[in-house]
Antibody, heavy 114, light 110 residues
Framework: EMQLVESGGGLVQPGGSLRLSCAASGFTFSKYGLHWVRQAPGNGLEYVSAISANGDITYYANSVKGRFIISRDNSKNTLYLQMGGLRAEDMAVYYC???????WGQGTMVTVSS | QSALTQPPSASGSPGQSVTISCTGT?????????VSWYQQYPGKAPKLMIY???KRPPGVPDRFSGSKSGNTASLTVSGLQAEDEADYYC??????????FGTGTKVTVV
């Protein structure tokens, strides 16, 4: 079964940092691009970041550019999102999803509050 | 990049059809055949229902269909069932490795 499992969410103060992880199983991880999508409480989906299969191409939404870094370790079948300079508006459930958006993780909640 | 515009809500009786619109621009929906639709239950991850405007992933009932005309894409749910009550989102490729999602539509089966 193809699966993505996020971890690393939690409570962080404004201006703080957090690293999310997304562990993949059931498919050839190194062949596919991956994305991060977030959903603030009660709100819609927002596209955050993407990375190519070998990690050489990345994309960031304007709202996170310069503060977030996406990366992957194909030897560990794991996707990462390093988040810095966190703001109240970054508070959301963060989902990792596959190229084609056909596989989604269960999401991990990031709370930004003092 | 602005979110694609969807109606906040839509409803129908069991067995009826409901159609949800997704309006973008010539930079996203109007320019690419990469429109997708997702179903989301409260507290759950989105589920892909339609991709590349009209295609259904394995396991998605053929009651779900997609179309596009100009800058507007649509999702139609025919033969509405109680389990179709959920939030629905569209998305479109917008060029340069960027995607944009819709504002979301809550479908109620009355």
């Amino acid at each position: 079964e193809m699966q993505l499992v996020e971890s690393g969410g939690g409570l962080v103060q404004p201006g703080g940092s957090l690293r999310l992880s997304c562990a993949a199983s059931g498919f050839t991880f190194s062949k596919y691009g991956l994305h991060w999508v977030r959903q603030a409480p009660g709100n819609g989906l927002e596209y955050v970041s993407a990375i190519s299969a070998n990690g050489d191409i990345t994309y960031y939404a304007n709202s996170v550019k310069g503060r977030f870094i996406i990366s992957r370790d194909n030897s560990k079948n794991t996707l990462y999102l390093q988040m810095g300079g966190l703001r109240a508006e970054d508070m959301a459930v963060y989902y990792c999803t596959s190229d084609g958006f056909d596989i989604w993780g269960q999401g991990t909640m990031v709370t930004v509050s003092s | 990049q602005s979110a694609l515009t969807q109606p906040p809500s839509a409803s129908g009786s069991p067995g009826q059809s409901v159609t949800i619109s997704c309006t973008g621009t010539s930079s996203d929906v109007g320019n690419y055949a990469f429109v997708s639709w997702y179903q989301q239950y409260p507290g759950k991850a989105p589920k892909l229902m339609i991709y590349e405007v009209t295609k259904r992933p394995p396991g998605v009932p053929d009651r779900f269909s997609g179309s596009k005309s100009g800058n507007t894409a649509s999702l139609t749910v025919s033969g509405l069932q109680a389990e179709d009550e959920a939030d629905y989102y569209c998305s479109s490729y917008a060029g340069s490795n960027n995607y944009v999602f819709g504002t979301g539509t809550k479908v109620t089966v009355v």
